[in-house]
């Protein structure tokens, strides 16, 4: 199977358009997806109670301390709202979305489709696996090749018979340990970049030295670093000092919380965890490291993909960098160039398909 050349090109739910037309981007969301790879279940019978029930104000303050114990909080399945939800984003100035949904997520080639054909929205799909516990069963017996070439068809040829492209490789999920066919899927997905020239997301795993390890698979693998994102650096709690490393190997480094900070109980060592670090912390950071040289290297989203985080159950929405966000980087002194970097340029060029090599 030869990938066609979409050197320059962007690759939507709707057909391939030019790089210039994309506009400001979120390069890291969810539109429909369901996360209950991710379910911890509860124990106490009144929490048993509370998280089957449906999201309402009166348990939301339980929802957002207990996010994946509760499986309504974990799936965005309602078409509607979510074409609501991403018209708040276009009506604030916004042209594209990425949807970072893939195998182990219920991704929905059609459903993106219909989205942005109701909202004007360039929406971009993913392709490839997410993590270890969401995999398949038959992806066990897939060999490496075979994975290639089911992320290589979704890119070239469409999803199954949907005749919907994905325009991204990912996010290719990691866990911590890697599993063993985490490996597989990162070297076919970085096979799959080699023949297509796709982007690549990688979902790392929430250890530096295993991000490390993640990047010398890539590279041994084939991978065009300069082409590849590695997304949650902000929620994982990566260090700067890993995400210079990570920008020096070529990479773009995603700081995709916004909107997200807040603590949830795991159940299965019983601690209290910070899911996400303050947009102030954010932006301050983001700040640092463009003072260092490092602009060209970041991205920044939402990763809304969560109930919890949409407008309509008292989050921030796919809005909220361009509602808030953005005047705080103004305020920090970045200036409107700067901010058109981080916008507009950056995804441009993450997003933007390189010439395929065979």
């Not at 020239?197 to 979902?203: E, R, S």
């Not at 989050?315 to 005047?327: F, N, S």
Request: aromatic share 6%.
């Amino acid at each position: 199977m030869r990938a066609p050349n979409l050197e320059n090109k962007i690759q939507t739910v709707l057909g391939v358009m030019d790089s210039d037309s994309l506009g400001v981007t979120l390069p890291h969301e969810h539109l429909l997806i369901d996360l209950a790879s991710w379910f911890q279940d509860v124990n106490d019978p009144a929490e048993k109670i509370l998280a089957n029930e449906p999201i309402k104000l009166d348990n939301l303050w339980w929802v957002k301390t207990h996010s994946y114990s509760h499986l309504d909080n974990l799936r965005l399945d309602d078409e509607e709202i979510a074409i609501k939800e991403a018209l708040m984003f276009k009506n604030a100035g916004g042209n594209s979305i990425v949807d970072l949904t893939n195998i182990g997520l219920a991704r929905n080639p059609l459903a993106l489709a219909r989205i942005s054909k109701a909202t004007g929205l360039n929406i971009i799909m993913g392709s490839g696996y997410y993590i270890g516990a969401s995999h398949p069963p038959e992806l066990a017996n897939m060999t490496e090749q075979e994975v290639t070439q089911k992320i290589i068809h979704d890119i070239v040829d469409g999803v199954d018979k949907t005749g919907v492209h994905a325009g991204i490789i990912g996010e290719i999920g990691c866990s911590d340990p890697l599993y063993d066919t985490e490996c597989k899927i990162l070297r076919a997905a970085a096979a799959a970049q080699y023949r297509t020239g796709a982007p690549l997301n990688i979902h790392p795993s929430t250890t530096a030295d295993l991000v490390l390890e993640i990047i010398g698979i890539l590279r041994t693998a084939g991978a065009n670093l300069s082409h590849t994102i590695i997304n949650h650096v902000d929620q994982w709690g990566f260090h700067d000092d890993t995400c210079r490393n990570l920008a020096d190997a070529g990479c773009f480094i995603e700081f995709d919380s916004f909107g997200n900070e807040g603590i949830y109980l795991n159940h299965q060592d019983n601690t209290l965890t910070q899911y996400a670090q303050d947009d102030v912390l954010l932006v301050k950071r983001i700040v640092g490291l463009i003072s260092e040289g490092y602009i060209e290297h970041l991205l920044i989203s939402c990763d809304v993909c969560l109930k919890q985080l949409l407008v309509s159950y008292g989050g921030y929405g796919y809005a909220h960098i361009l509602r808030a966000i953005v005047p705080v980087l103004r305020w920090s002194g970045l200036s409107k160039k700067q901010i058109n970097t981080l916008l507009v340029d950056n995804p441009k060029r993450a997003f933007s398909f390189t010439t395929p090599k065979v």
